[in-house]
C-alpha cells in the first residue's frame, strides 16, 4: 500500500502505548463518523481534491425488502459508490462491496436483492442517508441557489434543481385534528391578485398547512376534515368568519387585537386628513404691499378657495372634475332607484368606488387628500408670500429663487400657489406650521406617555384648535383603555354607543364593521389569544416567497413553509 493510504481494521487489544493511540483513533472515527459503525473500513486514500474510503458490510446477512425473511446465501457481488458528507472541507466517497443475497421464501416475488447498511444506504441512493438529510435540511433554509452556493462551500456538489426536489421529497407531519387554538390569516402569493391561507397552531407558534386561495369554503372545508378547533383567532376578513362560522360551529371565533388596532388608526388618518385644514389660520390679507406690488381696485375678493383644485391656469383641475362628475352621476342613478351594482355596470366603475362615492354626502369630503394634504412646497410658501409683497410676482423667478434654495420642484407647483395672489392687493400672511397628516394620526394613536414635550404641546395645540379632532382623540384614548385591560365585555358597547352618538363620521363608519362582527372583537377585547403568531408566519411566508423567486410552484412553497426549520 502507498504512503498515503490508512488501513483500517478490527481494534486490537491494547498491549502497548501505541496500541492504545490506535485504539482512541478508532474511538475518533466512530464519534465523528457514526453512520459508519455499520461497515468494515479496510482503506482510506486521498483521490483528486477528496477522500475515497472502502469498506463492507459487517453484518452476515441483510433481510429481504419484500417479504423480510433474513438471508446470508450470497448470489453475487458489485462495487457501488456512495458520496458522503465531507470531511475536513473535502468531499468523501464510500466505495462500498455490495453482496446480492438469494431471498429464501420460495413464495417471494424477489428473488435475489442488494444488501443495504442502515442508516447509510437506501436502494437506488447515489448519496448517503446522513448526505440527503444534510442537503434536504440546507434545500428548505435556502432553497435551490443559495442552498447550492452553501453546499458547495462545505464541499458538497449539488445542483440547485437537486436540492428542490429533496425538498419536495421531503414527508409531512400528519395533521387529523386541527389545534385547539388555530389562526388563520391570507398572504399574498402574487399581491392584489393571487392570495392564500396560512393556519398555525399558536400554541407551538408552527404553520401547520397552507391553502391555496382564501375563499370561505376552502377554510370550512378543511376544518372540516380536521375537526377540533376551540378557539380560531382571525382578522376581520367575512370570509374567514363565515368559513370558521360553518367548519367549527363550536369554536368561539377572536378577532385580533392589532387589526382593530390597525383599522381604528386608517379611520383616524382619514379623520386627521379630512380636518388638517382647520388648523390652517391665516391672518386677514394685507390692505397693501410695502414695496412695488400688483395693483388690485376696489375691496378684496372673497377668501381663496383650497389648494389643490384647480391647475396654473385657472381651470379647475380634470381629477376635481371627474370626481364631481361621478359623484352627481352615481347619487343621481341611487336616488332614481338603481342599486350600486346596478350603478357600477352603468358607469362602468367597480363596486368598491361606486360604494365610495355613495357613502360621500358631498364631493368635498372625496376631495380632501387633494385640498388638505402636505406638500414639499410648505417649507418654502412664507418666502414665496414675502417676495410677492416685495414685488416679485413673476412665477419663473420665483421658482428660480427656489431652486437656489433646495427646491426641486417644478415651475407649474409655484405658478399653481401664487395663481390665488393675482386677484388680491397682497398675499396674506402665512398661517402656522400644520404638522402632516401621519404625525397627526401618529400623535393620537401613541400613548401619551411616550410622546416628548414638544409633540404633547403641539398636540394639545391640536386639540384647542380642532374641536373634532379633539372628540376623536378621547375616542381613541378610550378604545385603548378597553384593548390594553381586556375590558371588551364590559366595555365595548358603550363605546360604541358613545361613538355612534358622537360627530364623527369616520368612527361610525368604524362601529359599523364592530357591529358586523361585534362577538368575535368582543372576544379579542377580553380573551388573552392573538394573532401575533401567524403574523410572524405570515413574514416568514415572504422571505420563503422571496427566496424562491416565483421559480417554484405552491406546492414547494407550501412544503418549505410547513417545515421550514425557522
Given at each position: 500500500m502507498?504512503s498515503?493510504s ?15 493511540v490506535g485504539w482512541g483513533?478508532q474511538q475518533?472515527c ?5 453512520h ?5 473500513v ?7 481534491g ?5 469498506a463492507?458490510?459487517?453484518?452476515p446477512?441483510a ?5 423480510g425473511?433474513?438471508s ?8 457501488r459508490?456512495?458520496?458522503d458528507g465531507?470531511a ?5 466517497v ?5 453482496r446480492?443475497l438469494?431471498c429464501p421464501?420460495?413464495v ?9 447498511v442502515e442508516?447509510?444506504?437506501?436502494r437506488?441512493?447515489?448519496?448517503s ?9 440546507i434545500?428548505l ?8 452556493r452553501?453546499a458547495?462551500?462545505l464541499?458538497?456538489a449539488v445542483?440547485?434543481?437537486?436540492l428542490l426536489?429533496l425538498?419536495?421529497a421531503l414527508?409531512?407531519?400528519q ?6 387554538v388555530t ?8 399581491k392584489?391578485?393571487v ?5 398555525v ?5 408552527k404553520a401547520?398547512?397552507l391553502l ?6 376552502t ?9 377540533g378547533?376551540?378557539v380560531?383567532?382571525?382578522d ?5 368568519a363565515?368559513?370558521a362560522?360553518?367548519?367549527a360551529?363550536?369554536?368561539i371565533?377572536?378577532?385580533d387585537r ?10 383616524v388618518?382619514?379623520?386627521a386628513a379630512?380636518?388638517r385644514?382647520c388648523l ?27 389648494e389643490g383644485?384647480r391647475?396654473v391656469?385657472?381651470r379647475?383641475?380634470?381629477?376635481v372634475a371627474?370626481t ?6 352615481v347619487?343621481?342613478l341611487?336616488?332614481?332607484?338603481h342599486s ?5 355596470g352603468?358607469l362602468?366603475?367597480?363596486r368598491?368606488?361606486v360604494n365610495?362615492?355613495?357613502a360621500?354626502?358631498?364631493?368635498d369630503e ?7 394634504r402636505a406638500?414639499?412646497l410648505d417649507?418654502?410658501?412664507?418666502y414665496?408670500?414675502?417676495?410677492w409683497n ?16 433646495g427646491w ?5 407647483a409655484v405658478?399653481?400657489?401664487v395663481?390665488?395672489f393675482?386677484a388680491m392687493t ?7 406650521v400644520?404638522?402632516k397628516?401621519r ?6 394613536l401613541?400613548?401619551p406617555d411616550?410622546?416628548d414635550d414638544?409633540?404633547?404641546a ?7 384648535t380642532?374641536?373634532h379632532?379633539?372628540a376623536l382623540?378621547?375616542h381613541?384614548?378610550?378604545?385603548a383603555?378597553?384593548m390594553t ?10 363605546w360604541?354607543?358613545?361613538a355612534?352618538?358622537?360627530?364623527q363620521p369616520?368612527l361610525?363608519s368604524?362601529?359599523h364593521g364592530?357591529?358586523r362582527?361585534?362577538p368575535?372583537?368582543?372576544?379579542g ?5 392573538s394573532?401575533a403568531?401567524?403574523e410572524?408566519?405570515?413574514t416568514?411566508i ?9 421559480r417554484?410552484g ?7 413553509v410547513?417545515l421550514?426549520?425557522?
Amino acid at each position: 500500500m502507498g504512503s498515503q493510504s490508512v488501513m483500517l481494521a478490527s481494534p486490537p487489544a491494547i498491549a502497548d502505548h501505541s496500541s492504545a493511540v490506535g485504539w482512541g483513533g478508532q474511538q475518533l472515527c466512530v464519534w465523528l463518523f457514526p453512520h459508519l459503525c455499520g461497515l468494515v473500513v479496510e482503506r482510506v486514500e486521498p483521490a483528486g481534491g477528496g477522500v475515497v474510503i472502502e469498506a463492507r458490510s459487517r453484518a452476515p446477512g441483510a433481510a429481504c425488502p419484500a417479504c423480510g425473511a433474513w438471508s446470508s446465501r450470497v448470489h453475487s457481488g458489485y462495487t457501488r459508490t456512495v458520496a458522503d458528507g465531507p470531511a475536513g472541507g473535502r468531499p468523501v466517497v464510500i466505495r462500498l462491496a455490495v453482496r446480492r443475497l438469494f431471498c429464501p421464501d420460495p413464495v417471494c416475488t424477489v428473488v435475489t436483492f442488494a444488501e443495504q447498511v442502515e442508516g447509510l444506504t437506501g436502494r437506488y441512493l447515489r448519496r448517503s442517508l446522513p448526505l440527503l438529510g444534510l442537503l434536504g435540511q440546507i434545500g428548505l433554509a435556502l432553497a435551490g441557489r443559495a442552498g447550492s452556493r452553501l453546499a458547495g462551500a462545505l464541499g458538497i456538489a449539488v445542483h440547485r434543481t437537486t436540492l428542490l426536489g429533496l425538498v419536495a421529497a421531503l414527508p409531512e407531519p400528519q395533521v387529523s385534528a386541527a389545534p385547539e387554538v388555530t389562526g388563520v390569516d391570507d398572504f399574498a402569493l402574487r399581491k392584489g391578485r393571487v392570495y392564500g391561507t396560512v393556519l398555525v397552531d399558536l400554541a407551538t407558534g408552527k404553520a401547520i398547512d397552507l391553502l391555496a386561495d382564501r375563499e370561505a369554503a376552502t377554510v370550512e372545508t378543511w376544518l372540516k376534515a380536521h375537526p377540533g378547533a376551540k378557539v380560531i383567532c382571525r382578522d376581520r376578513a367575512g370570509a374567514y368568519a363565515e368559513g370558521a362560522r360553518d367548519g367549527a360551529p363550536d369554536a368561539i371565533q377572536v378577532a385580533d387585537r392589532w387589526h382593530l388596532w390597525h383599522n381604528l388608526g386608517e379611520y383616524v388618518e382619514k379623520a386627521a386628513a379630512a380636518h388638517r385644514g382647520c388648523l390652517t389660520h391665516p391672518a386677514e390679507p394685507a390692505s397693501a404691499p410695502a414695496g412695488p406690488g400688483p395693483a388690485a381696485a376696489g375691496p378684496d375678493p372673497p377668501p381663496a378657495e383650497p389648494e389643490g383644485l384647480r391647475d396654473v391656469c385657472g381651470r379647475e383641475r380634470r381629477l376635481v372634475a371627474r370626481t364631481r362628475d361621478r359623484h352627481a352621476a352615481v347619487h343621481g342613478l341611487l336616488a332614481a332607484g338603481h342599486s350600486q351594482r346596478a350603478a357600477a355596470g352603468i358607469l362602468g366603475l367597480s363596486r368598491n368606488t361606486v360604494n365610495r362615492f355613495a357613502a360621500a354626502a358631498t364631493a368635498d369630503e372625496l376631495l380632501v387628500k387633494a385640498t388638505s394634504r402636505a406638500s414639499r412646497l410648505d417649507r418654502y410658501k412664507p418666502y414665496l408670500r414675502q417676495r410677492w409683497n416685495e414685488g416679485i410676482t413673476t412665477a419663473t423667478v420665483l421658482h428660480a429663487e427656489l431652486q437656489a434654495r433646495g427646491w426641486h420642484g417644478s415651475v407649474q407647483a409655484v405658478e399653481r400657489y401664487v395663481r390665488p395672489f393675482r386677484a388680491m392687493t397682497a398675499a396674506p400672511p402665512p398661517g402656522p406650521v400644520v404638522p402632516k397628516t401621519r404625525q397627526i394620526t401618529r400623535w393620537l394613536l401613541t400613548r401619551p406617555d411616550n410622546l416628548d414635550d414638544d409633540e404633547k404641546a403641539q398636540l394639545a395645540a391640536i386639540q384647542d384648535t380642532c374641536p373634532h379632532l379633539n372628540a376623536l382623540a378621547a375616542h381613541v384614548r378610550s378604545f385603548a383603555e378597553i384593548m390594553t385591560r381586556r375590558s371588551g365585555e364590559q366595555q365595548l358597547e358603550g363605546w360604541l354607543t358613545a361613538a355612534e352618538a358622537d360627530d364623527q363620521p369616520e368612527l361610525h363608519s368604524f362601529a359599523h364593521g364592530i357591529r358586523r362582527d361585534q362577538p368575535a372583537v368582543t372576544n379579542g377585547l377580553t380573551l388573552p389569544y392573538s394573532s401575533a403568531a401567524v403574523e410572524g408566519n405570515v413574514t416568514r411566508i415572504k422571505m420563503i416567497k422571496r427566496q424562491m423567486y416565483g421559480r417554484a410552484g405552491f406546492a414547494l412553497l407550501r412544503k418549505r413553509v410547513i417545515l421550514h426549520p425557522g
